[in-house]
């Protein structure tokens, strides 16, 4: 009797969110969702024999969900020897910095007049990362962070930026692997990120982007230095 990996049974449980109709976008949307989970970490080799097995779609409709994925830079391929789960470099995490700034903090500092539910979605958020943490459920923080900064982007209401935001927060996921410690790395940003939000509801736009920004270089350094402690040590 043979084990299979743990990411394989997750993709297991997802068969149901896809339907004999399903499209190699629809099972893109759920591998990506895994790299955002954290279940999917950096290196992973992907079968396409046991993804395709747990999520019951066919071997080209898994092939163009892994192409659509190598585009977004969630996966290479290698010839030869299969699709990975990419794992990314320091530039690669300065990259993505200067990327979030660009989106989350122009969202933040133009959203004066953004959807109360909008609002509420980032404060929803904070508070789910703080419920987390006061179980010590310190994975689940990191997810309730992407989901923070996710919905900071979603104060410029525009499917576009919503998009872009998926995308980036799904290869920013893949960088948080380098830190041994999910404790000490999530922590301290619970209450950096109660400060923003309470900012936000506050109405104090110009307040919480400078204090986002603050936040960006404070994570961008750690995580970087985490890099390069790793690869040279």
Known sequence: MTTSDPWVDLLTADRALLDRTSTAERVADVLRQRVIDGALAPGTRLSEESAGKALAVSRNTLREAFRLLVHERLLVHEFHRGVFVRVLSADDVIDLYRIRRLLETSAVRRASGAAPELVAAVDGAVADGERAAENERWGDV????????????????????????????????????????????????????????????????????????????????????????????
């Open 142 to 233: 990191g997810t309730a962070n992407m989901r923070f900064h996710e919905a900071l982007a979603a104060l410029a209401a525009s499917p576009r930026v919503n998009e872009t935001m998926r995308q980036l927060l799904a290869e920013l996921r893949l960088a948080f692997h380098v830190m041994s410690r999910p404790r000490e790395f999530h922590e301290p940003y619970l209450e950096l990120n109660r400060e923003i939000a309470d900012l936000i509801t506050d109405g104090s736009m110009d307040a919480a982007a400078e204090r986002l920004d603050e936040y960006f270089d404070a994570a961008e350094t750690q995580l970087v230095a985490a890099y390069r402690n790793h690869n040279t040590g």
